[in-house]
């Protein structure tokens, strides 16, 4: 029997930037989060920190770090009604991101009232 691993980050997926007709706001990206088809669940993740995951062409061996890389963000807004969250990232995210995966931490907790 295989034991089910617990995560503490739920995926989503990397839609895009938020735009207009003719601008898109590249420093806000618009996220689905797996399992949240309404606004009011997508709700329950504004606050939640954010972390897109990469593999960078080199390690720097004297510092002791790896290839994996990340750039961290935070859930700002709810978009639309179907559950797409709009996060705010530190570093804008590049365009080879679009249609990746990206991890959302179940933290920081708010619980409710």
Do not use: C
Not at 36 to 65: F, H, M, P, Q, S
Not at 83 to 100: D, E, I, M, S
């Amino acid at each position: 029997m295989v034991k089910k691993q617990d995560r503490l980050y739920s995926r989503a997926i990397f839609l895009g930037y938020r735009r207009g007709i003719s601008l898109q706001n590249t420093n806000q990206g618009l996220l689905r989060v797996e399992g949240v088809k309404t606004k009011t669940d997508a709700k329950w993740y504004l606050g939640k920190r954010v972390a897109y995951v990469y593999r960078g062409k080199t390690a720097n061996k004297e510092k002791g770090l790896t290839k994996h890389r990340s750039i961290q963000g935070k859930v700002i807004a709810v978009h639309g009604d179907n559950g797409v969250v709009r996060a705010k990232f530190h570093h804008n995210l590049p365009g080879q991101a679009v249609g990746k995966l990206v991890r959302v931490m179940l933290y920081p907790f708010r619980p409710s009232n």
